[in-house]
């Protein structure tokens, strides 16, 4: 059994920045592959990033690459999403996710998953 906690969310005005934080419970945090999506109103969930359990391994959306770097500190049982150059349309409820390999994470299959944290982007 694994627990998420996302944290960092907030309002930011377009070109800013914002981190966000996942903090996960368990033993095998370390065995998990990890990942974001996120979801606005009116809209369909949309896969944002992910990683393999060992962190060698990245995808990313393409509405977010060169935009977004997710990274994970094992040893703190953590993992981070670095939101650069934020736009409006970025604004959505963000969601922390984990599943035993990032194939299942880029088509929507979570195994746990957070309580989410709202990004708001002003223009």
């Known amino acids: 059994q694994v627990e998420l906690v996302e944290s960092g969310g907030g309002l930011v005005q377009a070109g800013g920045s914002l981190r966000l934080s996942c903090a996960a419970s368990?033993?095998?945090?370390?065995?998990?592959?990890m990942g974001w999506f996120r979801q606005a109103p009116g809209k369909e969930r949309e896969f944002v990033v992910a990683i393999s359990s060992g962190g060698s391994v990245k995808y990313y959306g393409n509405s977010v690459k060169g935009r977004f770097t997710i990274s994970r500190d094992n040893a703190k049982n953590t993992v981070y999403l670095q939101m650069n150059s934020l736009k409006p349309e970025d604004t959505a409820v963000y969601y922390c996710?984990?599943?035993?390999?990032?194939?299942?994470?880029?088509?929507?299959?979570?195994?746990?998953w957070g309580q989410g944290t709202q990004v708001t982007v002003s223009s």
């Open positions: 368990g033993r095998t945090f370390s065995s998990y592959a």
């Open positions: 996710a984990a599943a035993d390999s990032v194939r299942r994470l880029r088509i929507g299959e979570y195994d746990y």
